[in-house]
């Protein structure tokens, strides 16, 4: 039996941002702001924490499955499927929601 295929979210980090949060930017996709520097993991471990929090899982739940190193990722989160993910990323952008 064929085990079931992992969907995928695709973000883009923004690390030393002056504001933290999900935002949608000018293309639609899914931006997150952090304030850590892309220093030894903490931009990534402060975009894990921000996407459980607006997704309302636990962090051990959202996991990046491509990109460590680069700005431009893809998470997987933990039984949820990606257009629930995205639904609610997107609700959580607040406002306007646009990344400027």
Do not use: T, W, Y
């Amino acid at each position: 039996m064929k085990e079931k295929e992992e969907e995928l979210i695709s973000i883009r980090v923004r690390p030393r941002s002056s504001r933290a949060g999900v935002a949608i930017g000018g293309d639609g996709g899914l931006v997150v702001r952090v304030h850590a520097a892309a220093l030894a993991g903490a931009a990534n471990r402060e975009c894990l924490a921000l996407l459980a929090k607006a997704l309302g899982v636990a962090k051990s739940r959202v996991r990046i499955v491509r990109g460590e190193k680069v700005r431009s990722k893809q998470i997987a989160v933990e039984g949820m499927d990606a257009r629930e993910a995205r639904g609610r990323l997107e609700r959580s952008a607040g406002g306007d929601g646009r990344a400027r």
